[in-house]
């Protein structure tokens, strides 16, 4: 079984927002649209968030696209009431949501911000409803869940389907997510940080390699490579 | 609704929630919502197989100018997801954000869908949505009647971006039909840097950087990794150029504003809005000073380094005499507010770490300070110095395939003299010899029936009320018009002032090529149709077609082809290769770039290959001997790099607008759209985490001297307009510069999400503040940096 | 036979209420009706749009929800303290009042719960826990601990009242059928008999003493809802024993109040008087002082340690944009308290009442001071927002409010105010010592 992780280079990262986008458009999370974005609602399951630090003329600004970290002692899902939100057998952090019932203690407990709320039933303009993915694992989500980034679980399924179809074994190669696959600096690496052969788990053992909030021992799984 | 296996039910049939789901997929995303979305789907119960008719289409994206290619996900007619052609050279495999959010502009609520008439007062919004055939008779009708009363001159073409073969075709609809007015946007765009390339290199386009290969790579203000024409390509290489290779490069960006690649690079350096002609000159100082520029390359191969005579015997000042006397590093330091040391020393870095390669920016931001040609030729001597001329790592020259020719066409009497006509715009006039397009001076000629009055004006991709300064001007011009026909494909603030829209199909829906530009090496790309065309619109190509076969005459003979794919086809044919293997790359390329060794029969065609009136001798001109030739009374002066002043900049009213606009695309922002692309709006501004709307950056000391905080609603004013939007503070921002986006300020008829409103102005519209003017010799836009005053709203 | 039934004073002033209906009933009834029905209206309307309705947003995901839930469960501290702590400790003069106390504690936890379900995003799924309920959820913690709350203090409630129902079904003939037949279900067969006395007797010591641990444990693990995250400023060991200084704080408060209200409407002076507002009061300094300590112990160690997540929250809330609420806290709970009740001659009924009135409200704060500045401050440390709760908010807290008084108010309409034979029990008890002090003086 494979332990399924992220390695984002932050010297190639040129914070282009492109995973952001390709996750939106993949996963067809909802625009929030101006009144609902202003109060901080906007569903943008990789953020690249930005960290201004120093003044003028000695200023820099770290930019951290930030999926979910599919924490392996993820604290998010150990607050869940319902077990709406828990790690399945190949370390990905899920949500039911059939069964969540919108306490939001999770979005709470996570110290990564990745977790978002439907605050009202997710719309699109008529018109744009047309290109929603339909792989049924992103249905639009009902109002009153929540929800946040899920590695792309439905492309690991299509993998696996598809090597069925051809009638191969399934190989983590096969499995890309979106934001992976479009990542404009090549900065974002995804596989098996069970097989130590793999380049995520060999970047990961890298001296640039770090997490994020490692202190909290949440042990993510996505590791950043420092700048520089 | 589409059939599931009997197989595929008894699955799906296992869980509740998977039926949920399979319903979901099975009747599409869509009717879910309908339902009120409260099917949930549970991930371990979506085992569902679902049986999607799904295939890939590969075409050639429109929404920047470096065209990717694109790899479309199509699930039951409907284009669901884009990926990058991992085919195309370019992008290979990847793609921007704003060629994810492509569907949203192919399905957007915004777009234009039949052909429509504005029937009440221009601008007024009285639209009567008309057949085709109907609209394109009108036109038609229009064309036979103008050139049958000798007035072919007075139809003017406006255009913006074009693409492939379009840029071609509409020049020949024009020069055939019998009219000089094709002005594109190229004066507010990339003419600075073009202009710059061809006075000093001798080549008529726009440089590339080989950011592969060098070691050092300094940007006066060309926002590579955001904006640029080539930034997708910029993007992956910056990123090799770190960790792709074994010696790591450096990146320095010199802008007022530490944009995205200000703050990725491994250097920002701050500087006067304005001022990089000052700063390259300074270093070149620096540079030949310390002797440590490539005297060989120098020597052999530029002209005007040293001062020299002319056959008349008259001395001339060479470029070096004027660095070393007119830009000594404390007179630098106090233009450009760069510190004397950072100047010496980034000079020495740049001269040390080859190959290392001076890039200028393309935008009037950078360029249109009114000293744009000679600012962009002050960075690019940099280029020179240091032998970065068609190396690896240097300044490439893009190159293009060779294409079937154009049918003859022979012009009739009337046409031909209708061409010799004066341009609308003024360019290529005594004034301006070496202009090809004014833009910005339309509203004012038309206003003023300079030459003679248009009596018929097509706007293809290019929105003036909006995007050129003074757009109010523009709006009135357009009224004394008295046929306006646009192609918009959302009803942007010019199309509101037509009368006739025949709408645009998107990039998604036509068929169409694509040069590939910023690989150096010639290739070209396939657009075609992805899914059917939503609306009831057309390619702007087809209408054309169809209006010239209409109009008849030599405009019929030079356009024979039906429609636009056939065009692209028979242009393409000169092409060694296959058409069905190119349908299915999508892309077509020679793959390698040759450098040309100095001195080669082809360093020819990277050094003088274009010029007109200096000689081809495979000479860099530090001394522009093609500038020499076309002003009446040449001062030395006037033939080299050097700096001025902005006009706008520096007058009188500092006190009362003590600070200098500053704009700057931002990565977020689409090109050839103008409509709501709403996923784009939610990330807009990343470092000042703003959505939706307008901001004033200011630096947080300038704020505490003005008494404003963040989030207050200021008022930004320059002498010819005034805009309302609130602070951010940002400490990467020149203390005496401010910086708007531009981009935003439309209006929209959508409402996007819930509790917003219909019609309003998302934003506002930064050009509005804009002084303009116009840089004499090559007709470039002047508009910055603009005075502007702060004050609580 | 036995000659006719002559009520004691305090019975008449405890049944008459319960007899006539006065035009003041009428109006603060139809006062609180309204509010609740605004209440109720407000969330209605967000069941059927979602809680974008509230002021809630990224990263502000709990807001006066939490804040109401907590302040509750606070004050459900009221009854534990004063019926089972001053019981098991025989405080004589808290007789009186322990009625009041209970009906608190019940109300306020039924209230509580209500606030969670408020809080849900999907309120019909709210047996979810229920069928899938996992226990390392906190909340989870907190459903068992309040369940099991709300049981006992229902029983707790009960028990002493069964011997005023069987009185009020022997001697409130004159009541409509249905209430004579909730006296006659409800009292359980009572005629105080030895036997039956003995039993509620044991009983009620047994509940006493049960009730107080399971008390302390649910505030405790109000509190872990939040200390078990790691949010700054919530991740911390003093939480739990903080939230139960608290509760007790505000639940004295509240007590203050309900006593006072209930004492001038049903005309209680003869029974609630100086002495309860003496003690009660003193009560009130020494849990002030008390939260003060936790406070300052609180804000100490973490200002002075100043870890940079934390560092942002304090800065937020001594000089940020809470600053106002934080220090109306301080205000609140500790200055007036000790301005007023540190001298005998504050300790009245007015005084205490101002005090009380003081202390529910900087106890609202408090928790509203707990729940939103941590989340404005995420340890990620990119985004601050500023929560600011809207109309549906403020109408559904008051909505609560005007519930919790309801229903108190409805219930003293039905059942007596004050534990009739507990009281009785006292004069008795009092009697009898009084008799044996005359007794050895007279042989002493
Ligand atoms: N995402 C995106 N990409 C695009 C486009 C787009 O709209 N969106 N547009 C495309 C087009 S058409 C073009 S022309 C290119 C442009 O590409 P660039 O030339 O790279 O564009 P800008 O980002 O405007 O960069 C202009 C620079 O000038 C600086 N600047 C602004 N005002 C002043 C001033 O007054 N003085 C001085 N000295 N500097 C100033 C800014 O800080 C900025 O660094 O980008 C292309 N790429
Ligand atoms: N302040 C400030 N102003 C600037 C700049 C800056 O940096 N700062 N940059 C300048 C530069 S370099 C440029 S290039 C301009 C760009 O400015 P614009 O020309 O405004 O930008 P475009 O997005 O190209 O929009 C052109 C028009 O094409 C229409 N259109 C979109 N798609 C299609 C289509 O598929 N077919 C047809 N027929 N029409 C379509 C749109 O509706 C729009 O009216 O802005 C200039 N203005
Ligand atoms: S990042 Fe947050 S949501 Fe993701 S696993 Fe970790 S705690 Fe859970
Ligand atoms: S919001 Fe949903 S997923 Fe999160 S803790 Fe509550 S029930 Fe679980
Ligand atoms: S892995 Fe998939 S779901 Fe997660 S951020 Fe990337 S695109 Fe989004
Ligand atoms: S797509 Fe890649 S380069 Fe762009 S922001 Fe995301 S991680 Fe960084
Ligand atoms: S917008 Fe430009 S960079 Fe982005 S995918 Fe399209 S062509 Fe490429
Ligand atoms: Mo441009």
């Not at chain 1, 190949?90 to 939001?104: L, S």
């Not at chain 2, 009114?370 to 001597?381: C, D, K, L, P």
């Not at chain 2, 959505?691 to 004033?696: L, M, N, P, R």
Request: with cysteine; aromatic share 10%.
């Amino acid at each position: 079984m494979a332990r399924w992780g992220m390695v984002i280079d932050l010297d190639k990262c040129f914070a282009c927002q492109s995973c952001t986008l390709a996750c939106r458009m993949e996963n067809n999370t909802p625009v929030a649209g101006p009144d609902q974005a202003s109060r901080g609602r906007a569903i943008l399951w990789n953020e690249v968030l930005p960290f201004v630090e120093g003044e003028y003329p000695e200023v820099t600004m770290a930019l951290i696209p930030r999926p979910c970290q599919h924490c392996d002692n993820p604290p998010c899902t150990k607050v869940c009431p319902v077990k709406a939100t828990y790690k399945d057998e190949e370390g990905i952090v899920c949500i039911d949501y059939g069964r969540c019932i919108g306490c939001r203690f999770c979005t709470v407990a996570c110290p990564y911000q990745v977790r978002y709320f439907n605050w009202y039933r997710p719309e699109w303009p008529e018109a744009l409803k047309e290109h929603l993915n339909p792989d049924p694992e992103v249905a639009p989500r009902p109002k009153g869940v929540v929800e946040k980034c899920t590695f792309c679980i439905q492309r690991l399924r299509k993998a696996r389907e598809g090597a069925e179809a051809e009638g191969r074994p399934f190989t983590a190669t096969d499995y890309t997510p979106a934001c992976v696959q479009t990542c404009t600096g090549r900065a974002r690496y995804f596989g098996d940080l069970d097989d130590p052969n793999s380049l995520v788990s060999q970047l990961a053992a890298s001296p640039r390699a770090f997490r994020l909030l490692e202190e909290m021992g949440t042990q993510p799984k996505v590791y950043y490579l420092k700048q520089g | 609704m589409d059939k599931i296996s009997r197989r595929d039910f008894i699955k799906i049939g296992s869980t509740a929630t998977a039926v949920g789901a399979a319903v979901a997929a099975a009747s599409g995303t869509r009717a879910l919502l309908e339902q009120g979305g409260a099917t949930a789907t549970d991930h371990s119960g979506a085992t569902a197989a679902t049986s999607f008719t799904e295939t890939w289409v590969k075409t050639t994206c429109a929404l920047c100018p470096s065209g990717c290619g694109l790899d479309v996900r199509v699930v039951h007619g409907k284009a669901v997801k884009v990926e990058g052609n991992p085919l195309h050279p370019l992008n290979q495999g990847v793609c921007c954000l704003k060629g994810q959010a492509a569907p949203e502009v192919l399905y957007s609520p915004e777009r234009i869908q039949h052909s429509r008439l504005q029937t009440g007062g221009r601008g007024g919004g009285d639209w009567q949505e008309i057949p085709w055939d109907e609209a394109l008779k009108l036109v038609a009708d229009k064309l036979v009647e103008l050139r049958a009363s000798g007035q072919a001159h007075t139809v003017a073409f406006i255009h913006g971006e074009t693409r492939g073969q379009m840029r071609a075709l509409i020049n020949r609809f024009m020069a055939a039909y019998g009219s000089p007015n094709v002005i594109s946007q190229d004066s507010l765009d990339e003419q600075a840097a073009r202009l710059a390339m061809f006075l000093t290199q001798g080549i008529n386009g726009i440089p590339v950087y080989d950011l592969n290969n060098a070691s050092y790579v300094m940007t006066f203000g060309g926002n590579l990794l955001e904006a640029s024409r080539h930034v997708i390509s910029y993007l992956s290489s910056l990123a090799f150029m770190r960790r792709g290779r074994p010696q790591r490069g450096k990146l320095v960006a010199v802008h007022p504003r530490m944009s995205l690649t200000g703050t990725k690079a491994d250097e920002w350096v701050p500087i006067r809005p304005g001022t990089y002609g000052a700063l390259a000159l300074g270093m070149a100082g620096v540079i030949i000073n310390s002797g440590l520029y490539d005297a060989d390359f120098v020597r052999d191969f530029t002209f005007g380094f040293d001062d020299f005579e002319d056959e008349a015997g008259t001395l001339h000042m060479g470029f070096k005499r004027l660095v070393l006397e007119a830009y000594p590093l404390d007179r630098v330091e106090s233009i450009t507010g760069v510190p004397a040391a950072d100047i010496a020393r980034l000079a020495g870095e740049f001269a040390i770490n080859r190959p290392a390669v001076a890039v200028m920016p393309t935008e009037p931001g950078g360029l249109a300070s009114g000293n744009g040609s000679y600012t962009g030729m002050a960075i690019h001597a940099l280029n020179a110095l240091v032998g970065s001329i068609d190396v690896p790592g240097g300044v490439l020259v893009q190159r293009f395939p060779n294409l079937a020719d154009w049918p003859e066409v022979t012009p009739d009497t009337a046409g031909e003299a209708s061409l010799l006509q004066e341009r609308v715009d003024g360019a290529g006039s005594d004034v301006m010899p070496l202009a090809l397009s004014a833009y910005q001076n339309v509203a004012d000629r038309i206003l003023a029936d300079e030459p003679y009055p248009v009596n018929l004006l097509f706007f293809y991709n290019a929105n003036p009320v909006y995007d050129a300064p003074n757009g109010d001007r523009f709006a009135q011009a357009l009224k004394k018009v008295p046929f306006v026909v646009s192609f918009a494909s959302t009803l942007d603030e010019s199309a509101a002032h037509a009368d006739l829209i025949l709408p645009a199909s998107t990039f998604l829906e036509v068929w169409g090529d694509d040069y590939i530009e910023g690989t150096g090496y010639a290739g070209v790309s396939l657009r075609r149709p992805v899914v059917e065309p939503v609306h009831d619109t057309r390619n702007p190509g087809d209408v054309l077609l169809s209006l010239a076969a209409e109009v008849g005459g030599p405009l019929g003979d030079g356009l024979p082809w039906r429609d636009y794919k056939e065009l692209v086809e028979y242009r393409l044919s000169g092409l060694d290769m296959d058409w069905a293997k190119f349908e299915e790359n999508g892309t077509w390329s020679e793959m390698v770039y040759f450098n040309a060794a100095p001195g080669s029969p082809a360093w020819g065609n990277v050094v003088g290959r274009d010029r007109l009136n200096a000689p081809k001798d495979g000479r860099f001109d530090f001394f522009s001997r093609e500038l020499f030739a076309a002003m009446a009374t040449p001062h030395d002066n006037d033939c080299l790099p050097r700096f001025e002043l902005p006009v706008t900049g520096e007058s009188a009213d500092i006190g009362a607008y003590p600070f200098l606009l500053v704009t700057q695309t931002l990565i977020t922002q689409p090109r050839s759209w103008e409509g709501i692309v709403p996923s784009l709006q939610e990330a807009y501004g990343l470092q000042t985490n703003m959505k939706w709307s307008s901001w004033v950056e200011v630096n947080p000391r300038a704020a505490e001297a003005l008494g404003v905080k963040n989030g207050d609603l200021v008022w930004v004013e320059s002498a010819v307009g005034r805009l309302k939007a609130p602070v951010r503070l940002y400490e990467g921002i020149w203390p005496n510069a401010v910086y708007m986006p531009p981009g935003q300020g439309h209006r929209t008829l959508v409402k996007w999400g819930r509790d917003s409103e219909v019609s309003v102005v998302i934003g506002a519209n930064a050009n509005k503040l804009l002084v303009a003017d116009t840089e004499p010799l090559g007709g470039l836009a002047a508009l910055s940096p603009t005075r502007v005053r702060i004050y609580k709203a | 036979m036995s000659q006719p039934y002559r009520e004691s004073e305090l019975e008449r002033a405890v049944l008459n209420p319960l007899r006539q209906t006065t035009m003041q009933f009428y109006l603060v009834l139809g006062v609180l009706g309204l509010v609740f029905l605004w209440g109720a209206a407000s969330l209605i309307r967000q069941w059927l749009l979602g809680l974008g309705v509230t002021g809630l947003g990224r990263p502000v995901y709990w807001g006066i929800y939490l804040s109401n839930f907590v302040f509750f469960i606070g004050i459900s501290h009221a009854g534990t303290l004063i019926s089972a702590i001053l019981r098991v400790t025989q405080a004589e003069w808290r007789r009186p009042i322990t009625r009041v106390s209970e009906a608190i504690t019940f109300f306020a936890l039924v209230l509580g719960g209500l606030q969670i379900w408020i809080d849900m995003g999907r309120p019909e799924r709210v047996l979810y826990p229920l069928i899938w309920g996992r226990y390392q959820s906190p909340f989870l913690w907190d459903f068992t601990c309040i369940g099991i709350y709300l049981l006992s203090s229902t029983l707790y409630l009960y028990l002493p009242m069964i011997p005023d129902l069987a009185r009020m079904r022997d001697h409130m003939t004159d009541a409509p059928r249905w209430r004579r037949w909730l006296y006659q279900a409800m009292s359980l067969n009572w005629h105080g008999s030895h036997e039956q006395n003995r039993r509620l007797e044991k009983g009620i010591g047994i509940m006493a003493i049960l009730i107080i641990p399971i008390a302390v444990s649910v505030h405790t693990v109000v509190s872990w809802v939040f200390g078990m995250t790691m949010q700054p400023m919530w991740h911390s060991t003093i939480l739990g024993p903080y939230f139960v200084v608290g509760a007790i704080f505000s639940g004295i408060a509240m007590l203050f109040i309900f006593m006072t209200l209930i004492r001038k409407a049903w005309h209680l002076e003869k029974w609630i008087g100086a002495k309860q507002y003496n003690y009660l009061g003193l009560l009130l300094l020494v849990m002030s002082a008390f939260w003060g300590y936790f406070t300052l112990a609180e804000y100490l160690t973490t200002g002075y340690g100043s870890l940079v997540h934390e560092a942002h929250v304090i800065q937020a809330k001594l000089a940020g944009e809470y600053a106002p609420w934080f220090w109306a806290m301080v205000t609140c709970n500790l200055i007036f308290p000790f301005a007023i009740l540190l001298w005998r001659r504050g300790r009245t009924p007015t005084g205490t009442f101002i005090a009380a009135l003081c202390v529910a409200i900087g106890m609202w704060i408090e928790r509203f001071t707990i729940v939103a500045p941590s989340l404005t401050r995420p340890s990620l440390g990119f985004e601050r927002a500023i929560y600011a709760p809207t109309l549906t908010e403020v109408a559904i807290t008051l909505g609560s409010v005007a519930l919790f008084s309801l229903l108190f108010l409805l219930f003293f309409k039905i059942f007596p105010v004050v534990s009739v034979w507990e009281v009785e029990e006292g004069q008795v008890i009092e009697a009898v010592r009084r008799k044996a002090e005359e007794l050895a003086y007279q042989t002493g």
